[in-house]
């Protein structure tokens, strides 16, 4: 028996060293080392995987290396340090909801690092702190914070999308005008760096980790936890639709003119947006108070546009969630199993001049509504003199855009799961050339919270960190000198 025994040990040593050494299997390497560390993972094939694999967006359907499913922040060590050591690039993934799949990397190959299972919230009711963890969705974070205290911070509408790539990287909602980005929320992080070691960060520890993060966290390292303060609830909301008839380019043009002016100065309480698709065009929002006030805080936007109000309608804090969460359930979690098919992109600009604003409506009218494509175009009231956005210093965080007015999004989608047509870019960027075409590099910027998958990675940093990049790439060399949590338009170090 003994010498049997013997040769059993040397033959599996033998194949462990083979096995290590060889460049084939990278996804063998890298889930013995997972498994040796006792990082729990998806199986290749299993229902799991096939959930965390699949991004909101369809048409960007990464293939991961391999998926760890951390449930403890020493999890997360771990499977940083597994890919660190194995030259394999690491991400984390939230709510899945980057427009780009940036979440499995945005590109093939990655390891994935699902947070979804992490996703504890807990208010301190007496200093109105929140402990977020970094794979809870928004709707969840928000149902809970209500739950716990009728508290809140300002965030986006969607429930399933993650606080994590929302937080980091700006998170723009219908509260925003009034409260401010979610960001602006952000007391502190715990983040695990790509050495694999945790650290907090605040106003006072490690500060440049934490300007960094409130921007472009996604290249800085994982959080597994976020520490926001909170706002109570008001008692009372409300949320409007207000349809504007444009029938031409002339009448067009005087009506984004108007919202832009109004724009400017309109109450802190009004948060609203002109969404703009080939068939009509509303002006939608949210009023801090209640419907009277609304309507006469409205009144002269109303007279000068010709909108007519469809809905304006009282509510409490979780019917206008309810409301602009499309009566999705709020409180998502795993499994989540919502999907689209598009193409998207962003603009953000101050307000726009006679000449950019027949160039957009000129476009707008004359190429685009022709194009019976699903698109639309959102233009959300970002900044303006009272915006809650333009408050804090423009340096006060990596986010490099509070100056601008208005923060576009364009979108253009099939139905779920159809082919993506190969001439399908073209509204969006067409739409985007006209607006910004001879405009100073300086007058305008993109957001990487919706991204372009189609530009390239300098002008990527260019478009979405504007003139916080050079500092964000030496921040970037000092905690991730390796790339270790490259994508393709991730902060690069320098
Ligand atoms: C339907 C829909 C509605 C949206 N509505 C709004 C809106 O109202 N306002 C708005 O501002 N934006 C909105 N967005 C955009 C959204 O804010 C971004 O897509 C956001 O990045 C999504 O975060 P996620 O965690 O869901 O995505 P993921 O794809 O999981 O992650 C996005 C990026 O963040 C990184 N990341 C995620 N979690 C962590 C973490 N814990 N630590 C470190 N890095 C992390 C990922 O690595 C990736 O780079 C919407 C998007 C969709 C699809
Ligand atoms: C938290 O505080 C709010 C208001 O201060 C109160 O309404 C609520 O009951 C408290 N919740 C808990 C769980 O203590
Ligand atoms: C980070 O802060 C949290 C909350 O204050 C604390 O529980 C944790 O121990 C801190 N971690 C580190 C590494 O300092
Ligand atoms: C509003 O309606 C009036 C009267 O029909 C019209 O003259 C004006 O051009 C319209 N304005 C807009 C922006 O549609
Ligand atoms: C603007 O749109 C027009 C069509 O209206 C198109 O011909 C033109 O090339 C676009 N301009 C730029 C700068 O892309
Ligand atoms: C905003 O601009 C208006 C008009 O110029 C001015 O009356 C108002 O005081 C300004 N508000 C703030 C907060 O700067
Ligand atoms: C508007 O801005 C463009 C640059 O986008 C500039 O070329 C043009 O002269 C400006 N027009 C007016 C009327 O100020
Ligand atoms: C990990 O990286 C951080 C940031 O660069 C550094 O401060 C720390 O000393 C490193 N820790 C180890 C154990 O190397």
């Given at each position: 028996?003994?010498?049997?025994?013997a040769?059993?040990?040397?033959?599996?040593?033998?194949?462990?060293?083979?096995c290590?050494?060889?460049?084939?299997?990278?996804?063998?390497?890298?889930?013995?080392?997972?498994s040796?560390?006792?990082?729990?993972?998806?199986?290749?094939?299993?229902?799991?995987?096939?959930?965390?694999?699949?991004?909101?967006?369809?048409?960007?359907?990464?293939t991961?290396?391999?998926?760890?499913?951390?449930t403890?922040?020493?999890?997360i060590?771990?499977?940083?340090a597994?890919?660190?050591?194995?030259g394999?690039?690491a991400?984390?993934k939230?709510?899945?909801h980057?427009?780009?799949?940036?979440?499995?990397?945005?590109?093939?190959?990655?390891l994935?690092?699902?947070?979804?299972?992490?996703?504890?919230?807990?208010?301190?009711?007496?200093?109105?702190?929140?402990?977020?963890?970094?794979?809870?969705?928004?709707?969840?974070?928000?149902?809970?914070?209500y739950?716990?205290?009728?508290?809140?911070?300002?965030?986006?509408t969607?429930?399933?999308?993650?606080?994590?790539?929302?937080?980091?990287?700006?998170?723009?909602g219908?509260?925003?005008?009034t409260k401010?980005?979610?960001?602006?929320?952000?007391?502190?992080?715990?983040?695990?760096?790509?050495?694999?070691?945790?650290?907090?960060c605040?106003?006072?520890?490690?500060?440049?980790?934490?300007?960094?993060?409130r921007?472009?966290?996604?290249?800085?390292?994982?959080?597994?936890?976020?520490?926001?303060?909170?706002?109570?609830?008001?008692?009372?909301?409300?949320?409007?639709?207000?349809?504007?008839?444009?029938?031409?380019?002339?009448?067009?043009?005087?009506?984004?003119?108007?919202?832009?002016?109004?724009?400017?100065?309109?109450?802190?309480?009004?948060?609203?947006?002109?969404?703009?698709?080939?068939?009509?065009?509303?002006?939608?929002?949210?009023?801090?108070?209640?419907?009277?006030?609304?309507?006469?805080?409205?009144?002269?936007?109303v007279?000068?546009?010709?909108?007519?109000?469809?809905?304006?309608?009282e509510?409490?804090?979780l019917?206008?969630?309810?409301?602009?969460?499309?009566?999705?359930?709020?409180?998502?979690?795993h499994?989540?199993?919502?999907?689209?098919?598009?193409?998207?992109?962003s603009?953000?600009?101050k307000?726009?001049?006679?000449?950019?604003?027949?160039?957009?409506?000129?476009?707008?009218?004359?190429?685009?509504?022709?194009?019976?494509?699903?698109?639309?175009?959102?233009?959300?009231?970002?900044?303006?003199?009272?915006?809650?956005?333009?408050?804090?210093?423009?340096?006060?965080?990596?986010?490099?855009?509070?100056?601008?007015?208005?923060?576009?999004?364009?979108?253009?989608?099939?139905?779920?799961?159809?082919?993506?047509p190969?001439?399908?870019?073209?509204?969006?960027q067409n739409?985007?050339?006209?607006?910004?075409?001879?405009?100073?590099?300086?007058?305008?910027?993109?957001?990487?919270?919706y991204?372009?998958?189609?530009?390239?990675q300098?002008?990527?940093?260019?478009?979405?960190?504007?003139?916080?990049?050079?500092?964000?790439?030496?921040?970037?060399?000092?905690?991730?000198?390796?790339?270790?949590?490259?994508?393709?338009?991730g902060?690069?170090?320098?």
């Amino acid at each position: 028996m003994l010498p049997f025994l013997a040769l059993a040990g040397l033959a599996a040593t033998t194949l462990a060293s083979i096995c290590q050494a060889s460049p084939l299997d990278k996804a063998e390497a890298l889930s013995d080392c997972l498994s040796k560390s006792g990082v729990p993972t998806d199986a290749l094939g299993s229902e799991d995987w096939k959930l965390d694999a699949s991004p909101y967006n369809l048409r960007l359907n990464f293939t991961p290396v391999g998926i760890a499913v951390p449930t403890t922040v020493k999890h997360i060590q771990d499977a940083v340090a597994c890919a660190a050591k194995l030259g394999v690039k690491a991400n984390a993934k939230c709510g899945g909801h980057s427009y780009a799949s940036f979440g499995l990397g945005g590109e093939d190959g990655h390891l994935t690092i699902e947070m979804d299972r992490m996703n504890k919230v807990i208010l301190n009711n007496a200093t109105g702190i929140a402990s977020v963890e970094g794979g809870s969705r928004l709707g969840h974070v928000a149902y809970e914070l209500y739950n716990q205290g009728k508290r809140a911070f300002s965030h986006g509408t969607c429930p399933g999308v993650g606080v994590g790539g929302h937080a980091l990287h700006g998170g723009f909602g219908m509260s925003s005008h009034t409260k401010g980005l979610a960001l602006d929320w952000m007391v502190g992080a715990t983040v695990v760096l790509a050495n694999s070691t945790v650290v907090n960060c605040s106003a006072t520890e490690n500060p440049d980790l934490f300007w960094a993060v409130r921007g472009a966290g996604s290249s800085m390292g994982v959080v597994s936890e976020f520490r926001f303060n909170t706002f109570v609830v008001p008692e009372k909301v409300t949320y409007f639709v207000a349809a504007v008839q444009w029938p031409t380019e002339e009448r067009a043009l005087v009506g984004v003119q108007a919202v832009q002016e109004y724009a400017e100065t309109m109450p802190v309480e009004l948060n609203m947006r002109l969404f703009i698709q080939s068939r009509f065009v509303n002006l939608e929002g949210m009023w801090y108070g209640d419907k009277a006030s609304l309507t006469a805080a409205l009144a002269p936007l109303v007279k000068k546009t010709n909108a007519t109000v469809q809905l304006s309608q009282e509510g409490g804090w979780l019917d206008q969630l309810k409301h602009f969460g499309n009566g999705v359930n709020l409180d998502q979690g795993h499994p989540y199993n919502y999907h689209e098919t598009f193409y998207s992109s962003s603009v953000y600009t101050k307000a726009l001049n006679e000449t950019q604003l027949k160039a957009f409506v000129s476009y707008w009218f004359k190429v685009a509504k022709k194009n019976k494509r699903d698109w639309y175009v959102q233009i959300d009231l970002h900044g303006g003199n009272t915006s809650a956005v333009t408050k804090p210093a423009v340096d006060s965080t990596s986010y490099a855009h509070r100056d601008y007015l208005l923060m576009y999004l364009f979108n253009d989608r099939v139905d779920k799961g159809v082919a993506f047509p190969a001439d399908g870019f073209g509204v969006t960027q067409n739409f985007i050339r006209n607006i910004t075409d001879g405009m100073g590099r300086s007058n305008w910027g993109q957001y990487i919270n919706y991204p372009d998958p189609n530009l390239d990675q300098a002008t990527a940093q260019t478009n979405y960190w504007g003139g916080h990049l050079s500092k964000l790439q030496k921040i970037k060399a000092s905690v991730d000198p390796e790339d270790v949590f490259h994508y393709p338009q991730g902060v690069v170090p320098v």
